[in-house]
């Protein structure tokens, strides 16, 4: 199953992806803009153990576990990144979303905020959900500019303690929660 955007497609990440999936957040030219010091030292570089255990073994297999999954972002017939959705909540109609680049040279060409799209419509058309919601550190600007552009709004800073208590984790001493509706 893929789910075709207007510049990307989507195809299901499977358990063999997971390792190349945690190289481009974590070993990529783009890894010192999202995490890790100088810039965010109150969220360290995962181990790869510990990337599993924030995308276990459900978020890549086809049948999911009906609250997340991971998806491998192609365009032009090459993975350019990757995107996820987790903490899908029917009763809250809201999902999460979550994504990143495999390097810099695939930012800035709306790879990623046609991802986000597509991802968004097919989640609303297979589950119904309406809220989308993301949370990127306010000091990643280039992150936050694009969320704008995807239809994402800002609504408030969270502080670790709402965060965990939200989303279940905390990563950044600044996030901020944004929500795009459909």
Not at 28 to 49: A, C, F, Q, W
Not at 109 to 114: I, M, S, V
């Amino acid at each position: 199953m893929e789910v075709i955007g207007n510049k990307a497609k989507l195809t299901p990440a499977q358990e063999s992806d997971r390792e190349k999936i945690y190289n481009w957040l974590c070993k990529s030219d783009l890894t010192s803009s999202v995490m890790g010091p100088p810039k965010y030292p109150e969220y360290p570089i995962p181990t790869y153990k510990e990337f599993c255990n924030e995308y276990p073994l459900s978020f890549f297999n086809p049948c999911g576990n009906k609250t997340g999954r991971v998806f491998i972002i192609i365009a032009d017939n090459e993975e350019v990144g990757t995107i996820g959705y987790d903490l899908l909540d029917k009763e809250k109609n809201r999902v999460v979303l979550d994504i990143w680049m495999k390097a810099e040279q695939y930012c800035g060409h709306g790879y990623g905020n046609d991802a986000l799209n597509t991802l968004s419509i097919y989640i609303h058309k297979n589950y119904g959900i309406t809220n989308f919601l993301i949370s990127p550190s306010q000091r990643n600007k280039r992150a936050v500019a694009a969320y704008k552009k995807a239809g994402f709004e800002y609504v408030k800073a969270m502080d670790k303690k709402e965060q965990a208590k939200e989303f279940g984790l905390s990563e950044y001493d600044d996030n901020i929660l944004m929500i795009k509706s459909l």
